[in-house]
């Protein structure tokens, strides 16, 4: 089991990565778009409303496995926080992380954060 635990941060982190490597700039646009077209904006909530149902049965599959005291609410929060494009623009884009070293730190945060583990 905490293999598996493990094998799912590293894929969130990597999921996390992949997505926002091809969909950063998009999501940006998207943004943009949604403040003049109502269409896109109904498009966009719903996408992220998605995202959110997603990440939180991502999270509750977590639950047996987060560190004491971390309920699923705070963790969701905590996953929410640390998987933004913004963070993943400011390493990647503006501090010139490669995309495998943001990868390899979100695992090693995310495990943190929710499992109280030094690493995933």
């Not at 905490?2 to 700039?25: C, F, K, L, V």
Request: a negative charge; charged letters at 30%; hydrophobic letters at 45%.
């Amino acid at each position: 089991m905490d293999g598996d635990i493990s094998q799912r941060i590293a894929t969130a982190a990597r999921w996390t990565r992949q997505q926002w490597e091809r969909g950063a700039d998009v999501l940006t646009l998207l943004h943009a778009a949604a403040q003049v077209d109502a269409d896109v904006a109904a498009m966009l909530a719903g996408w992220i409303e998605e995202k959110s149902r997603a990440m939180a049965r991502f999270v509750a599959s977590l639950e047996g496995s987060l560190r004491p005291g971390l309920d699923l609410e705070r963790a969701g929060d905590l996953f929410d926080a640390l998987t933004i494009p913004e963070l993943y623009r400011e390493l990647v884009d503006r501090s010139g992380w490669q995309p495998d070293e943001y990868e390899q730190w979100l695992a090693r945060v995310l495990a943190w954060q929710l499992l109280g583990r030094a690493d995933p």
